[in-house]
Every structure is written in structure tokens, then in C-alpha cells.
């Protein structure tokens, strides 16, 4: 079965400027988280979708979005970016919700902002 | 949040036993006790999980303290694919919210 892919892997943008990155979970899960991760701050979750709904979101400014398709995979975007938003951007699925269901993590989206 | 403490490192030798500690002093009621470990330039792997008693997958063990404020995972016999950060994350039952600690490094000395 694959694993979590994340799309693109490396990204590099300018200050002010939006990004879209996806995320397509392992096939049957349902639930698809996202977090990100900086050297100071370390892993951080910005918020999870299950069924096309976000179920929970993390301390994060409403800059950070995201949706999911009926088909699981989900989208996050960040608008007008800004240099602290550089940082590697992980996804993770897991079978269902409201459980504590293992997750799954994609190789993430390292994301740059000059 | 409920937040988790652990040792910023530790050492240990090949084919020997390693205790990974964590304090989770204000865990509730609900919050189950996962752990999760990162290799370099990977996502997060599942590791193993646990409520109040303790439990045991091919990969390691998780010894849970009676009052739950604190927590052990084992690794019977490190090998050097061990080396790695490990996270003791604490999840609310309900949701897939997780508040990851900053980590324990792992470093397996041949």
C-alpha cells in the first residue's frame, strides 16, 4: 500500500505571496492532519479534516487553511506569506477519527520564504 | 494544553536496552500516551501507544507509571536504524490534536 505523498517537496517563495501544498493520505484513510515543524518551535499541528471538515485547528493565524476532497486528499494554503512561515510542512493520515488512531506521516514539503 | 518533558538526548550502545523517559504531569483523563520517532530528513513513524497499562509491539514497549504522569518507552536492543529524535506525544481521545514535546535524541553507539 503507498504512503502518504506530499506535493512538491521543496518550494521556495517570496514574502507576501500564497503557497498550496497537498497531501493525498494512504488509501482508505480518512483523516488527514497537518503540522509544521521549525528547528525553534518544533512540530506544531495547524489542523486535521475528516470527511471534508476540519475537526480541530491548531494556534495558528487565519492565514493557514486547508480543505479536503471527497476523496481524502487535502490542500493546505498559506497567504501572504512571511519569512517565519519557512519550515518543513508535514501531512499525516490515519484510518479514521475520534480514536487514537496511529498516524501516518508524509517526507513533507520544505517550504522557504525569501 | 497538556505538555510532555524529555531528556533533549541520551546515549546508548548497540544491542543494549534503552529507557526513553517522559513526564506528562498534567495529562487528563482522556489523553492517550503516544510515541512517535524521527529519522533525519523523514516524517514522524508510530512507535507505539497506551492509555494506563502497559503495552508491547515488535518495536518497543511503553511502561506507563500507575498515577500516568509519567511514561518509559524500551527498546529491547537498539541498533544503529534506532538513532533517531522520539516524541512522547499526548493525544485527546476525541480528536487527532497532538502536542508534540521537543524530543529526545537518540544517539546508538556502535
Known amino acids: 500500500k503507498a504512503g502518504v505523498t506530499q506535493t512538491p517537496r521543496y518550494l521556495i517563495k517570496t514574502r507576501g505571496q500564497q503557497v498550496t501544498l497537498s497531501c493525498s493520505p494512504i488509501s482508505g484513510h480518512r483523516s488527514v492532519s497537518w503540522y509544521q515543524q521549525t528547528p525553534g518551535q518544533g512540530l506544531q499541528f495547524l489542523f486535521e479534516y475528516f470527511s471534508e471538515t476540519q475537526r480541530n485547528k491548531g494556534n495558528f493565524p487565519g492565514r493557514f487553511s486547508g480543505r479536503q476532497f471527497s476523496n481524502s486528499r487535502s490542500e493546505m494554503n498559506v497567504s501572504t506569506l512571511e519569512l517565519g512561515d519557512s519550515a518543513l510542512y508535514l501531512c499525516?493520515?490515519?484510518?479514521?477519527?475520534?480514536?487514537?488512531?496511529?498516524?501516518?506521516f508524509g517526507p513533507g514539503t520544505r517550504l522557504t520564504v525569501t | 494544553d497538556a505538555k510532555t518533558t524529555q531528556p533533549n538526548s541520551m546515549e546508548s550502545n548497540e544491542e543494549e536496552p534503552v529507557h526513553l523517559p517522559c513526564n506528562h504531569s498534567?495529562?487528563?483523563?482522556?489523553?492517550?500516551i503516544h510515541w512517535y520517532r524521527q529519522l533525519p530528513s523523514q516524517g514522524p513513524e508510530y512507535v507505539i501507544h497506551g492509555l494506563t497499562s502497559n503495552v508491547n509491539n515488535r518495536m518497543a514497549s511503553l511502561a506507563i507509571a500507575e498515577d500516568r504522569k509519567s511514561s518509559t518507552l524500551i527498546l529491547h536492543r537498539a541498533t544503529l536504524r534506532d538513532a533517531a529524535v522520539y516524541y512522547c506525544i499526548l493525544r485527546d481521545a476525541g480528536y487527532q490534536k497532538v502536542t508534540f514535546g521537543t524530543g529526545t535524541k537518540l544517539q546508538v553507539i556502535p
Open positions: 498534567t495529562i487528563s483523563g482522556t489523553d492517550y
Open positions: 499525516a493520515s490515519s484510518l479514521n477519527t475520534g480514536k487514537p488512531y496511529e498516524q501516518y
